[in-house]
Nanobody, 119 residues
Framework: QVQLVESGGGLVQPGGSLRLSCAAS????????MAWYRQAPGKQRELVAR???????NYVDSVKGRFTISRDNAKNTVYLQMNSLKPEDTAVYYC?????????????WGQGTQVIVSS
């Protein structure tokens, strides 16, 4: 079984920073792409940033220049550095990963971590 465990959310003032972490554990053979999604109240879940196994990244336009996704393959961990946070970044942030286990490729989600940007 595979688990993704997120940490790092919280309350921050506009203009502040937070760093989210997501660690994968379990019967992992290879991790392909890892990503962060978010879901604000009353809105659909959206892709925030993705990083592939080779290191290439992509971001939703609204966070370009402010957020940075990175990964530590030795630790099976993905990070999201969020700077210059805005109230509209308030959401539950979910980690996602495409992981080869001993038997197959499957998609996995973390439980979510709340980010609130407010003065």
């Amino acid at each position: 079984q595979v688990q993704l465990v997120e940490s790092g959310g919280g309350l921050v003032q506009p203009g502040g920073s937070l760093r989210l972490s997501c660690a994968a554990s379990g019967s992992i053979f290879v991790i392909n792409a890892m990503a962060w999604y978010r879901q604000a109240p009353g809105k659909q879940r959206e892709l925030v940033a993705r990083i592939r196994s080779g290191g290439s990244t992509n971001y939703v336009d609204s966070v370009k220049g402010r957020f940075t996704i990175s990964r530590d393959n030795a630790k099976n961990t993905v990070y999201l550095q969020m700077n210059s946070l805005k109230p509209e970044d308030t959401a539950v942030y979910y980690c996602h990963a495409d992981i080869y286990t001993d038997y197959a490729l499957d998609s996995y989600w973390g439980q979510g971590t709340q980010v609130i940007v407010s003065s």
